[in-house]
């Protein structure tokens, strides 16, 4: 019997957006491994890190799912080995990362 493992995929993106800085508070990027907001201590992305992900990709919004669904990966994986046995659900880190992105459609629009 022959058996294939499949390869293990790559690094995602690295989490360095939004890239908006100021000198006074340290920017709204995530904290790995815990993947939260190194300004505001809240779940990544927070309310600030989305407004301005979405001003940064403004002109590319198809970059920012394509970034947001490469994060996601990296964070599933993190919060996993963190903690295998009570992490957050596929679905919601799907709704945390990606779902509020520039592509989502409500639940009533497929009726």
């Known amino acids: ?11 995602g993106p690295k989490p360095n957006r939004p890239s908006y800085r100021t000198e006074t508070a340290p920017p709204h990027t ?3 491994p ?4 190194r300004s505001c201590g809240r779940p990544w992305p927070c309310a600030e890190a989305r407004l301005l992900l979405k001003v ?3 002109a590319a919004l198809p970059a920012l799912s394509i970034y947001l ?7 599933m ?3 996993f080995h963190l903690n295998p ?10 709704e945390r990362f990606v779902a509020w992105g520039p592509f989502r459609r409500s639940i009533l629009e497929g009726r």
């Open 1 to 11: 019997m022959v058996t294939s493992k499949l390869p293990i995929p790559s690094a």
């Open 34 to 37: 815990m993947w939260a907001c």
């Open 56 to 58: 940064e990709y403004e």
């Open 69 to 75: 669904s490469g994060l996601m990966y990296e964070a």
């Open 85 to 94: 046995h009570d992490g957050p659900s596929p679905r919601e880190m799907f």
């Open 77 to 79: 994986r993190d919060l």
């Open 30 to 32: 995530p904290l790995r």
